[in-house]
């Protein structure tokens, strides 16, 4: 039977069905930005600390450090990176990036975890790290807070994964981190 364009009935089920297999799959392959906008929510939140809030946190390892995996901002598609791995072997002492207190301290699924509240209300986590520090210690920027245990290991050479949140939003660390010093070229004479 036709409707009188000539289509059948199925055949407009079936165009319907692969525009929307089309939309579905643009939506969950395209960037997120690309995604959330087209889903009408405006563009994607991404949460940058308050400067004035915050003092640039110090490295958790000693330097010069190397980022092996950086921060990918999650998305409602896929899962993203929500912080960064910092190379580190076992046995390496790790420190507070920051001034503040232990929120928590133990073991999620199988990794020695750690996270300090600081008084900007970000959150630092640290895993895996072994430490010796109890709920609400109070710890400063520098101070040690654990090592990184021999097992089990983050990466297949060890590493640290540290990562950064207010309230529930993530956010890079590495925006977080002091940055070296930049080099000044100067001019060659007298």
Do not use: N
């Amino acid at each position: 039977m036709h409707d009188g364009i000539g289509m059948q009935p199925l055949d407009r089920i079936r165009i319907a069905s692969a525009i929307w297999c089309a939309l579905v799959l643009w939506l969950m392959l395209a960037p997120p930005q690309s995604a959330w906008a087209a889903a009408g929510a405006g563009p994607l939140p991404i949460t940058e600390p308050d400067s004035s809030a915050s003092d640039t946190w110090q490295w958790p390892v000693p330097q010069p450090a190397q980022v092996t995996r950086p921060f990918d901002l999650p998305h409602r598609y896929a899962a993203g990176h929500r912080g960064i791995d910092i190379a580190a072997a076992p046995g390496t002492t790790v420190t507070a990036v920051g001034d503040g207190k232990v929120r928590f301290v133990g073991v999620v699924v199988d990794r020695p975890l750690l996270s300090i509240e600081h008084p900007s209300g970000l959150i630092s986590t640290y895993e895996p790290v072994i430490s010796e520090l109890r709920l609400g210690d109070a710890v400063t920027a520098g101070s040690p807070i654990g090592t990184v245990p021999e097992h089990p290991v983050h990466q297949p050479d060890g590493g640290l994964h540290l990562g950064a949140r207010i309230g529930d939003s993530y956010v890079d660390p590495l925006s977080l981190l002091a940055r070296p010093p930049r080099a000044v070229l100067l001019p060659l004479g007298d």
